[in-house]
Structure formats: C-alpha cells, structure tokens
C-alpha cells in the first residue's frame, strides 16, 4: 500500500540550531503540504505545493522556515535557527488533485523538541 | 471565516458499544467536504471517512458512519461496535477550497 514516508521521526535539537525534515509523498500525488501540530491542538497548514511551485505558503514564518519541492516529488522543510516554540509534531500529506474526494493522506510525522 | 469545532475534549465508551464524536463547522461556502481522520499515538493521521456537502445520504465506511445534518452545520462521527484499538485521537476537518481546517480534536478512549 502506497504510504508517505518522512525521516526523521524524532528529532531533538537545542535552540539557534538548523533542523531538516524530510518527505516523500505518495507516488503520483502532485500536491504535498506540510502542517504543524502543536500538542494539544490539531493540524495547522504551513506550505502547499503543486509540483514544484508553492500554491500556499501564508502561514510559513518566513524569517525561520523555508520549505522545497525542486523536482515536484520529495520536499524539504527546514528551520534556521530553532526557536523553543517550534517543539512540535509536522506532518506531510498529500493528494492528487484529479482524485475525489481530493483526500490528503499522511506520513507519521517528525516529532520535534527543541531544548 | 471558516471554522471547526469539536467541543468533547475527551470521551469514553466500553467496548463492542457505539460511541458518537460531535464536530460542528461554519462556512459561507455553498460546495464543501468534510473529513474525520484517527490519530493514534505514533501520531499518523488516518483518513476514516468523507462527506460531501452536496450528498444526499450519510456516508459510510465499515464501522464508521457520518451523521450529517447540513442546516445544523454538524457532521458527527458515529463508531459502531468501539475495539479497544479504537482508542486515540479524531479529528474533524472541512475543505471549502484549497485550505483544510481541522478541529481541536476528541481523545477517545475505549474500556475493556
């Protein structure tokens, strides 16, 4: 079964470092998203992709994350530098957009602490 | 503005009885879907079940079933014959366009 994959899955890092998370959607899916998840509350979306190109990215704090999608297929989100508030779970999904309902289906997610 | 509400923070049901989660939402937009995903606690989320706003019956997905009720604006999970694997987290969640809005979530726990 066709499943996304993210590395890594726990992350601890101290404040001011760079972290990278990783993702690969599934094969054929052309939107990729990545949300956050703070303990507590549920998903919040920070970027959406269409292949390579951003389609939304309005809730990504721009001054620390930056996320990519080069080829259209596996993407990178990453934070420079680390700030205690970042602790939390980020999860990546995708969807095909000719799909309906256009479901988004999700990877188990990189759980980060930062100390 | 686009909003969901899932207003149980926890619930409780014994095993093999039924057990409802409650999700209400509120948008302007006339064409939307809503989506209830399971999040257990290796913290995946799974897609249980979809609704659209333009169906006429209630979607169903074995054990899973949508209460929809368009003018109430709710669409309530309903798990019938709960396992004990059951228990985790659910999420409610509404895509009117391109942005999916989830709620606060309801941790279900299943007794033995």
């Known amino acids: 079964e066709a499943e996304v994959a993210q590395s890594p899955r726990y992350k601890i890092t101290e404040k001011s470092q760079a972290v990278a998370f990783w993702c690969d959607p599934i094969s054929g899916h052309a939107t990729l998203y990545w949300y956050r998840q703070i303990l507590g509350q549920g998903p919040e979306l920070l970027v959406q992709f269409q292949d390579e190109s951003v389609v939304d990215d309005s809730q990504l704090p721009k001054d620390r994350f930056s996320a990519e999608r080069l080829k259209g297929v596996d993407s990178t989100l990453k934070i420079q530098p680390a700030e205690l508030g970042d602790s939390a779970m980020y999860l990546c999904?995708?969807?095909?957009?000719?799909?309906?309902?256009?479901?988004?289906?999700f990877g188990p997610g990189t759980r980060l602490t930062v100390l | 503005a686009q909003k969901i509400t899932q207003t149980q923070p926890g619930m409780f049901v014994q095993e093999k009885e039924a057990v409802t989660l409650d999700c209400t939402y509120d948008t302007s937009d006339p064409s939307y879907g809503l989506f209830w995903y399971k999040q257990p606690s290796s913290g995946e989320m799974i897609f249980l079940i979809y609704?659209?706003?333009?169906?006429?019956q209630n979607a169903t997905e074995g054990r899973y079933s949508l209460n929809f009720q368009k003018a109430r604006k709710s669409a309530n999970l309903v798990i019938s014959a709960s396992q004990l694997g059951d228990s985790a987290m659910y999420f409610c969640a509404m895509r009117p366009n391109n942005d999916m809005r989830f709620g606060a979530g309801t941790r279900l726990t299943v007794k033995p």
């Open positions: 609704q659209g706003s333009y169906d006429q």
């Open positions: 999904a995708s969807s095909s957009p000719g799909a309906f309902p256009d479901t988004q289906y």
